[in-house]
T-cell receptor, first 111, second 115 residues
């Protein structure tokens, strides 16, 4: 089976940088995805890492270390609109053609 | 182009009734997924379609749940004899195919309430 761990809640101030961690245990591994979900909204795709290292997309970056079974999402220059839940998800070789999602991290951005 | 659409957006039903939830994926997306999300929780995988076939039904919680997809497009999730524990938001997503399953596009969901 697969399991993912994320902090349940993170709070940061507008303009700051915040890192949301994700550790996973899988029987095999293809890659790690990140999704954003605002309250009452649908999840939206943010990024995907299949290889070790940092992927940057604007204010958001995602990092993966396959040897540590660990990844993180880095949000820079935080804005109030970044307040949302963030989910990591793994595609693993043992789980078939599906993503397994973590329980999500609720990010609160304060003034 | 249009995104993933789902209907109805809200459904209130009495315990024991059957419900049908519909998903219309992005045109050209061959893979389609159904998830269930309870309040404040993560996404629980239900079923996956590649074209019209469902190679992975492992997430369906019981035999009261079934799904089909026709014409490689619209999918219907049916819940028979609904129970209160079925109350949740049911999300549908699509992707370009199996190789791109890590990048899924979600619909707005159907909020199901079983009274």
């Amino acid at each position: 089976g697969q399991s993912l761990e994320q902090p349940s809640e993170v709070t940061a101030v507008e303009g700051a940088i915040v890192q949301i961690n994700c550790t996973y245990q899988t029987s095999g591994f293809y890659g790690l995805s990140w999704y954003q979900q605002h309250d009452g909204g649908a999840p939206t795709f943010l990024s995907y890492n299949a290889l070790d290292g940092l992927e940057e997309t604007g204010r958001f970056s995602s990092f993966l270390s396959r040897s540590d079974s660990y990844g993180y999402l880095l949000l820079q220059e935080l804005q109030m609109k970044d307040s949302a839940s963030y989910f990591c998800a793994v595609r693993d070789t043992g789980g078939g053609n599906k993503l397994t999602f973590g329980t999500g991290t609720q990010l609160k951005v304060e003034l | 182009g249009a995104g993933v659409s789902q209907s109805p957006s809200n459904k209130v039903t009495e315990k024991g009734k059957d419900v049908e939830l519909r998903c219309d994926p992005i045109s050209g997306h061959t893979a389609l997924y159904w998830y269930r999300q309870s309040l404040g929780q993560g996404l629980e995988f239900l079923i996956y379609f590649q074209g019209n076939s469902a190679p992975d039904k492992s997430g369906l919680p019981s035999d009261r749940f079934s799904a089909e997809r026709t014409g490689g497009s619209v999918s219907t999730l049916t819940i028979q004899r609904t129970q209160q524990e079925d109350s949740a938001v049911y999300l549908c997503a699509s992707s370009l195919g199996n190789a791109r399953l890590y990048e899924q596009y979600f619909g707005p969901g159907t909020r199901l309430t079983v009274t």
